[in-house]
């Protein structure tokens, strides 16, 4: 593997992981602010 390569998916391969970590905490913030409960009656799935 040469070092040019190396370096340019080094950096492809953490904002990747970057942005996988933002939209989880993202999805955690929303969860949180808005409550599990409304996500879930939005989505359409039947409350119990």
């Known amino acids: 593997m ?3 390569f190396a ?3 080094r950096t492809v391969a ?3 992981l970057r942005i ?3 939209l989880a ?3 955690h913030g ?3 602010l808005l409550g599990s409960e409304a996500l879930v009656q939005r989505a359409g799935a039947p409350s119990s």
Do not use: H, I
């Open 30 to 32: 929303a969860q949180k």
């Open 7 to 9: 370096g340019r998916f």
């Open 20 to 22: 996988a970590a933002g």
């Open 2 to 4: 040469n070092p040019e």
């Open 14 to 16: 953490q904002t990747a």
């Open 25 to 27: 905490y993202f999805s």
